[in-house]
């Protein structure tokens, strides 16, 4: 990825630019110490004055006031506010015209910044104060006041909180009076600049010490830069949170989110006092020192699946290459490219009007279709179809370009959803929520509507990021999630009326992925690689999930790497210096999760023997018990040397009838209750009884006795067998109330339990018999 540099012969201010702001995504307005406002239209590049200022305001910042989310008519900006070094502020329509300019500080306004709903303006000086304005320019509160002058500020993604400079300090200070103030040191000279992203919440700072560094919204250092020959004047996020900018003296710097660089460009500028990215996020202006306005175009991304890789080679074309045989195909574009995505056989396209689908089998025709808002912020793909998410809503299309749903649900901003928050496979949508973090909605892909009886997914902790497996039934999906305390966890998207359990399966892993061919998930663990082979076993049977592991050490990775893809079986890591390294994993469970799910036991046996790895026959252990066949659970079980679970086995195929064999296998994976009503519905009352029995469960069992006034000896024989081998009294007052004048006669028991065993047996052949007679039992 690179930046292209456009700059004019001769500038158009004849003194330095201090701010520049887009309307459109073709369209700037920039102000300068000249006293001039000028528009440029890129499209016909043109450039026309605005306004001119009266000879006693100099601009230093300025700012558009905020599109109305979701409102599709403003499709951009009409007003401004413009600081400026006479101590005020001036609300300035888009024609020019001062609607309104308000005393605001003791000295120069040095910035001023909207919240995102447009609601508050924040105002800060040389006089260290910062101050809260309503739309119309009413003070509403000064939140803070310090002895050195505030530089720069930024507003929190929930415009509750307000980010400002003092000094070398940087401080988060909430609206709400007696909240948490959180304040620290993050330069070794004074901070110029701040950026705080509304995606992906974390915030950039710039300054004189000649380093810009990037934290999370808890002060936590997460990069910084090597000092540069001049300090950093100027920082800002793109919109959707994936790039920062940074600028300097005769310096412009295109970086990751995580802070290494892309690109590095030395126009010849001046300082770059101030940066400013277009709303789709694909081109750059700076305000330049010596009165030129820089524009820089951001190209030349890289897409990869299997053997295609694809290339932005100019605004509106791209490079197609095959590396197997070396085809290359040019794919032009009506208007500019926007975003892009190459995944499951397909490369989904959306430029500024329109969106592209090209089948990876044929580049020439793509399917186009319009697109209902503008500008696409982010794409997602699964195997059957893609979802595109703008400014205003979610749209769910086919590959074949036909819409098929779009989910929504209360309070939902879409302008702040990333890949982190939103998954998506071939049957469900899954979002977390922005307002409640711990809250997941869950859509059917089909209609949009909410999930099964319509409850979202709640945790204890606020979720970071969410993933959903992409194959097998859609009763059997999963949703892998990690927390705010780094803790991975699984749980089933099925929802309806019972609670699903959330299950931990690891604790401090930072990144994750499934597999696109199968149920595997992998994830980077502290300093460890892992890859969970069968998720489900933790469903199944947990004492084996760690020997369902796939472990490696990680540490070649450096700090912080992240799981671009995990794609067949490779896994691609991006490390924090930004090179790619690629991981091959072994091919074998996804053929084991093939055989599996088109119940080809005999070959997953035979497959598992020829690889000879305690792995696959823990996998295949649980596969086989998740898909109830003991035979070849019996065989996976005794080759990884689990011999009381093979025993057990063995007891379950001797049993006499289907139910009690179904209930068993529900014991054998700890679903005590489901096991428990399996057997009531059969009509099995002393079965049911006898397992909570064998389990201690003394409570149920009584109840279940009493309630269907059966076995009431049998329970209170073997508690009382129970208690004498333990040397212990009887202190229950259910089972004192009960034994009371009852005579425990183990030889009627025995012949009652006789007599159950013989009963089950006579009913389960009797149904036996009258299916293959024919005849419904």
Known sequence: MRLKITLLKEPKHQELVSCVGWTTAEELYSCSD?????????LTSETTQI???????????????????????????????LTSSDGKFHLISKLGRVEKSIEAHCGAVLAGRWNYEGTALVTVGEDGQIKIWSKT???RSTLAQQGTPVYSVAWGPDSEKVLYTAGKQLIIKPLQPNAKVLQWKAHDGIILKVD?????????????????????????????????????????????????????????????KTGWSYALEKPNTGSIFNIAWSIDGTQIAGA???????????????????????????????????????????????????????????LVVSTSLQCYVFSTKNWNTPIIFDLKEGTVSLILQAERHFLLVDG?????????????????????????????????????????????????????ASTGKPLGDGKFLSHKNEILEIALDQKGLTNDRKIAFIDKNRDLCITSVKRFGKEEQIIKLGTMVHTLAWNDTCNILCGLQDTRFIVWYYPNTVYVDRDILPKTLYERDASEFSKN???????????????????????????????????VSSSKWEDAVRLCRFVKEQTMWACLAAMAVANRDMTTAEIAYAAIGEIDKVQYINSIKSLPSKESKMAHILLFSGNIQEAEIVLLQAGLVYQAIQININLYNWERALELAVKYKTHVDTVLAYRQKFLETF???????????????????????????????????????????????????
């Not at 300025?62 to 506010?81: I, M, Y």
């Not at 794609?567 to 053929?591: E, K």
Request: glycine share 4%; with cysteine.
């Open 34 to 42: 000249d006293h001039q406002i000028v528009k440029w239209n890129l």
């Open 51 to 81: 306004v001119k200022l009266p000879d006693d305001i100099y601009p230093i910042d300025f700012h558009w006031f905020p599109k109305s989310l979701g409102v599709k008519k403003q499709t951009q900006a009409e007003s401004f506010v």
């Open 137 to 139: 320019g009413m003070l």
């Open 196 to 256: 705080w992203n509304s995606v992906n919440d974390l915030i950039l700072s710039a300054g004189e010490d000649c380093k810009y560094k990037v934290w999370d919204s808890y002060g936590r250092p997460l990069y910084n830069s090597q000092p540069h020959e001049h300090p950093i004047t100027s920082v800002a996020w793109a919109p959707d949170g994936e790039l920062f900018a940074v600028g300097s003296f005769h310096t412009l710097r295109l970086c990751d």
């Open 288 to 346: 330049c020192g010596n009165g030129h306005v820089v524009f820089a175009h951001v190209v030349e991304q890289h897409w990869e699946w299997k053997n295609f890789q694809v290339t932005l080679t100019k605004r509106r074309a791209m490079q197609v290459r095959n590396v197997l045989n070396d085809a290359v195909d040019l794919l032009e574009f009506r208007d500019r490219v926007i975003k892009a995505s190459l995944n499951y056989a397909h």
């Open 392 to 444: 205003s809503s979610i749209y769910l299309y086919s590959y074949e370009g036909r819409f098929i749903s779009s989910p929504k649900f209360p309070g939902m901003r879409t302008d702040i959803l990333n890949a982190q928050t939103v998954s998506l496979s071939n049957d469900t949508i899954a979002i977390r929520d922005k307002a409640d973090e711990k809250i997941i909605f869950l859509f059917e």
């Open 561 to 595: 790497p992240h799981i671009v893809s995990f794609v067949g079986n490779q896994v691609t890591i991006r490390r924090a210096d930004g090179s790619l390294v690629h991981i091959s994993i072994s091919p074998y469970p996804a053929i084991l999760h093939e055989y």
């Open 727 to 777: 040397g212990k009294q009887e202190t229950n007052k259910r089972y004192l109330h009960y034994a009371e004048g009852l005579q425990i006669d183990w030889e009627k028991i025995k012949a009652k339990i006789e007599m159950e065993i013989t009963k089950e047996r006579e009913q389960s052949s009797s149904s036996q018999s009258s299916k293959s007679m024919g005849v419904k039992p």
